[in-house]
């Protein structure tokens, strides 16, 4: 069966600080990545998603980043933090070879900056 | 570009009361609907979905959905909450045409004895 993982569960940085969250997937092949950010009182707002290896699309210009270096790894970047980007972040994949894109979701990373 | 509205942030409801949590959506092509459940600090958990056919969707935990396309809504509904069914409540919305799944801003669905 699929499985997803996301760490850590809770980070608190500093201000300026780098950023580096991290998600696998197992069980599946060729998965489509997505990244969101759930700020509080907020929906979920879809950052980046990714349909192939080095393939990333952003959907919001900011100071964060995301790369795919292996098929099932997806990793969420920045080099300096800002206050504004605290918020629970969540990891997600869909299948590859379907567009019915029913999403399955990490445990999700409560990131603080302070 | 797709897009969700949520239109009610929070609905108060009593225990064995039925509820309804309104979905409507904005979309040029045909869509794929979905509700998720997210329980406090945890990620989000499919409750149904709507691909085609039947305009009635059936889903876990007693939960069911109405698409309607001449409104463009995709309301929730249940005939009677529990305690346990307090949690936030999202609609998504994907289309055809594209890999992205965009979410609406939530509602918070908060269960009362």
């Known amino acids: 069966s699929q499985t997803i993982h996301q760490w850590p569960a809770t980070l608190v940085q500093p201000v300026g600080s780098p950023l580096s969250l991290e998600c696998t997937v197992e069980g599946t092949s060729n998965p489509n990545l997505y990244w969101y950010r759930q700020a509080a009182g907020r929906g979920l707002q879809l950052l980046f998603y990714?349909?192939?290896?080095?393939?990333i699309s952003s959907e919001v210009p900011q100071n964060l980043s995301a790369s795919r270096p292996q098929d099932r790894q997806f990793i969420l970047s920045s080099k300096k933090l800002l206050l504004s980007d605290s918020g629970f972040y969540l990891c997600?994949?869909?299948?590859?070879?379907?567009?019915?894109?029913?999403?399955?979701f990490g445990q999700g990373t409560r990131l603080t900056v302070v | 570009a797709q897009s969700v509205t949520q239109l009610d942030s929070q609905v108060p409801v009593f225990e064995e009361a039925p509820v309804e949590l309104r979905c409507n959506y904005s979309?040029?092509?045909?869509?794929?609907l979905f509700w998720y459940v997210q329980y406090p600090n945890q990620g989000l958990q499919l409750l149904l979905k709507?691909?085609?056919?039947?305009?009635l969707v059936k889903g876990i935990n007693g939960f069911e959905a109405e698409f309607n396309k001449s409104q463009t809504s995709f309301h929730l509904r249940k005939p009677s909450v529990h305690i346990s069914d307090t949690a936030e409540y999202f609609c998504?919305?994907?289309?055809?045409?594209?890999?992205?799944?965009?979410f609406g801003s939530g509602t918070r669905l908060l269960v009362r004895p």
């Open positions: 997600a994949w869909s299948s590859g070879t379907e567009m019915n894109t029913e999403a399955f």
């Open positions: 990714s349909v192939g290896i080095g393939q």
């Open positions: 979309s040029s092509v045909s869509v794929y």
């Open positions: 998504a919305v994907s289309d055809h045409s594209s890999y992205k799944l965009i």
């Open positions: 709507y691909l085609s056919g039947s305009t």
